[in-house]
């Protein structure tokens, strides 16, 4: 007979991992990030507990869309109040707020819960290449295209 096995909350492994987004794609570089942050990847996924890793994207900065959507894509924050809509264009969104472009992206693929609120604080962007996590000995994640 075979037997199913669930992972526990204190029984969970977790590694940490670096992504390089230099001339990546947005929307693939999401995909695989949450997947890993899920824990998807792992033989012991079990989709009621927090068993993902811990996941670094540097060079946020240089992260690519396709085609025209810089101009087209837009993005939408509402204040709740009357006229409080605001509007700005992913070109925007990458050349100001280039750390909440890619924490959006990601965000948006993780379940809209408290264990998806669990799993996006182990998720941590920077600009540049240098990042402050290099005693924790991050594994680099390849990720295609």
């Known amino acids: 007979m075979r037997q199913t096995t669930f992972a526990k909350p204190a029984e969970v492994e977790r590694t940490w991992y670096v ?4 001339g990546k794609t947005l929307g693939r570089l999401a995909t695989e990030v949450a997947s ?3 824990g998807k990847h792992k033989p012991t996924y079990t989709p009621n507990v927090d ?4 996941v670094i994207v540097t060079n946020a900065d240089k992260i690519e869309l396709t085609g025209n959507k810089l101009d087209t894509k837009k993005y939408y924050n509402h ?4 006229g409080g809509l605001r509007t700005r264009t ?5 050349d100001n707020y280039t750390v909440e472009w890619v924490e959006r992206a990601i965000y948006g693929m993780l379940p809209h819960t408290k264990l998806g609120d669990k799993m996006r604080r182990h998720l941590f962007v920077y600009e540049g290449s ?3 996590h290099t005693a924790q000995k991050p594994v680099e994640l390849k990720i295609k295209g």
């Open 130 to 132: 240098e990042h402050p």
């Open 19 to 22: 992504v390089d987004g230099t």
């Open 90 to 94: 992913a070109r925007v969104m990458k």
């Open 79 to 82: 204040s709740g109040y009357a």
């Open 36 to 38: 890993v942050l899920r």
């Open 51 to 54: 068993c993902g890793d811990f």
